[in-house]
């Protein structure tokens, strides 16, 4: 199996555990090494007072597409922390877009950074996640472990 392949039969795997994913109706959209796309359509539910996307779900959006980046390698990988600064408002009905690329893997560790924009391209959020990697645990058995070079 190539890279990409791993990739996707790992999302698709992740996906059907993943219930804080499906329940804010985030889709990952694209996935590779190292790499995620995510939408989200801003519902009713989530927003806050003041009539705007409470920025804890922005995050969420934001993180959903870190995981989906960090353990297309098919290792098991879960964030150590992260940053996130919102940049703008959304507001209901905007279709946000998270994209996640890898900045650094190496050992144990990676970083990862996730900018979230809506349908107009302009930005939301700016999040950069880092990322700790358990060597040697599958996500989907059978396939090849780590990244491959």
Known sequence: MS????????CADMLEDDHATQALGIAIVE????????????R????NGHAICHGGL???LADSAFAFACNAY??????????????????LGDVLTARAAEVSKSGRTG????????QHGEPIAAFRGRSY??????????LPVGKQR
């Open 3 to 10: 890279p990409a392949q791993i990739a996707q039969a790992v």
């Open 31 to 42: 996935v590779g090494p190292g790499s995620s796309v995510a939408t989200m359509t801003v």
């Open 44 to 47: 009713k539910d989530m927003l």
């Open 58 to 60: 922005i995050t969420t």
């Open 74 to 91: 098919n290792e098991v990988t879960v964030a150590s922390g992260f940053d996130v600064n919102l940049l703008a408002s959304a507001r």
């Open 111 to 118: 970083v990862y950074d996730i900018g979230v924009s809506n």
């Open 133 to 142: 990697t358990m060597k040697g645990r599958a996500i989907v058995a059978g």
